[in-house]
């Protein structure tokens, strides 16, 4: 009787521990009992990172966490638990700050991430930069080829002549007073090296070049190569630390203007374009269908190397613009853009784009034109909202005219200009993107961001240098 007794004790503590080990593993695996229904589900969840880190986040109109001070500081996510399948309202946001919102339909057992929420101010203070300084009317402003300079013509206290304004460091420095310009005559046109160095000033009736890394050094070009340099207008000329390319006769020339020396670098070139240190180029005798893009490194160019082919119906007398990062090459011809890719094969893009280049990781492309903006995904992204690569994706869409387009330092978010409103907006198209306005005082002059933090500069309608600080307190 006695082991009868303790036989069934034991079964059912057995039984007990069973029970609880099996609800356990039930609840551990995210299933939860919606009495209403008597059914099972397994839940959901939503992970959230904001900035600001302290910002409100709402669940339905009703506030799920305020994360606080220590909130903030202890932990840069949130994450909202066990969620029953279905759609929820989410809002994020804080005093004088634009609210966040998307709706999050939750599935089964799936986990929604938002971790590049960031909040910007309901209006923010354009500040002065340089108030002693006035951009000249006539707009004749000419801007680095990274944005962060610029030079212009006019006149600074008592000071006169060209002055290079340093946007980052944000001085400012007379280059040439207004003796040195009367000699040189009327500039026609401003272009700068790669490194933004240097820069060559077209005159009325010469080519010079300032270096502007060596106390404004200035070297008179045309004068002394005056019949060698002539080209047909509209070719090309392209600045390196000493020397200067050009094409002439289907030939392809460098012009060292320190040592007043010139090298032929190729023949038989068709169109050409230099991209940091290398020529490269088509060849004149290529009648193919599909023509080869070729290639020579400058500081070497006694042999060329073949690249890859381009796509049929590809026009290689057409003008065009180069881009490489990580061993892939974009080209820009005939407003149609192209990728070139480590295997040396060549997909079209898009078509009917003004101006295209990588973002900073490389992994993905922005492009655009007067009316649309466009990402074009290179390699898979596996954070969310995940894409494939070669995917195609319009980001907006508008009636007005879009301009100075940047990425945003996280390259989750993009700055752009529609008309005279300068605006910021999220990547991720989930229910929509969050937009919010920065400013309807652009002059569509000049908007500078320089990619790598948080302050933006802008030409205001008074001809005034101006930045704002998107982390403003």
Not at 4 to 25: M, Q, R
Not at 200 to 224: C, G, H, K, M, P
Not at 242 to 250: A, E, M
Not at 270 to 280: A, E, R, S
């Amino acid at each position: 009787m006695k082991d009868s007794k303790f036989k069934v004790y034991f079964y059912l503590c057995i039984s007990v521990f069973f029970l609880i080990l099996a609800g356990t593993l039930y609840y551990s695996f995210g299933y939860n009992y919606d009495p209403k229904t008597g059914e099972s589900f397994q839940a959901g969840a939503i992970v959230l990172r904001t900035t600001p880190r302290d910002a409100t986040i709402y669940k339905d109109d009703e506030i799920f966490k305020n994360n606080g001070f220590l909130g903030g500081v202890l932990s840069a996510f949130v994450k909202i638990e066990n969620l029953e399948p279905r759609t929820y309202e989410i809002k994020v946001n804080q005093d004088n700050f634009n609210e966040w919102r998307k709706n999050v339909t939750i599935k089964s057992g799936q986990v929604d991430k938002y971790e590049n929420i960031v909040l910007l101010k309901n209006k923010y203070e354009n500040t002065p930069v340089l108030p002693d300084l006035t951009l000249p009317i006539d707009g004749k402003t000419y801007i680095a080829t990274n944005k962060n300079e610029l030079l212009f013509q006019g006149t600074v206290g008592v000071e006169s002549g060209l002055f290079l304004v340093n946007i980052r460091d944000e001085k400012y420095s007379l280059v040439l007073d207004e003796t040195q310009l009367s000699l040189m005559g009327e500039i026609q046109d401003v272009k700068w090296t790669e490194d933004d160095g240097r820069v060559a000033i077209e005159t009325t009736a010469n080519l010079y070049l300032i270096d502007l890394r060596d106390s404004n050094r200035v070297y008179l070009v045309s004068t002394d190569v005056a019949e060698t340099l002539s080209r047909t207008p509209d070719t090309p000329v392209y600045l390196f630390d000493h020397y200067i390319i050009f094409g002439k006769d289907n030939a392809v020339f460098s012009f060292d203007y320190v040592n007043k020396e010139i090298e032929q670098v190729g023949t038989g070139i068709n169109n050409f374009y230099v991209y940091q240190g290398t020529l490269f180029f088509f060849k004149d005798d290529d009648t193919s269908i599909t023509p080869a893009l070729y290639s020579i490194n400058l500081d070497n160019p006694t042999y060329s190397v073949r690249i890859s082919l381009m796509p049929e119906g590809f026009t290689k007398k057409a003008a065009f613009s180069l881009q490489r990062y990580g061993g892939r090459l974009l080209v820009l011809s005939n407003n149609t853009l192209y990728l070139i890719d480590r295997d040396a094969q060549t997909r079209k893009i898009n078509s009917g784009i003004k101006d295209a280049r990588f973002f900073q990781r490389g992994q993905r492309i922005l492009y655009y034109n007067n009316n649309e903006i466009w990402v074009y995904y290179v390699e898979d992204k596996t954070s969310q909202p995940i894409k494939s690569a070669g995917e195609n994706e319009l980001l907006t869409r508008f009636s007005g005219t879009l301009s100075n387009i940047y990425v945003y330092a996280d390259e989750e978010h993009l700055l752009y200009q529609e008309s005279n409103s300068f605006k910021f907006t999220e990547l991720d198209s989930r229910d929509g993107r969050n937009t919010f306005y920065l400013t309807d005082n652009a002059s569509g002059r000049g908007i500078f961001y320089l990619g790598d933090g948080d302050l933006v500069y802008l030409i205001g309608n008074d001809n005034k240098l101006y930045k704002i600080d998107l982390r403003e307190a």
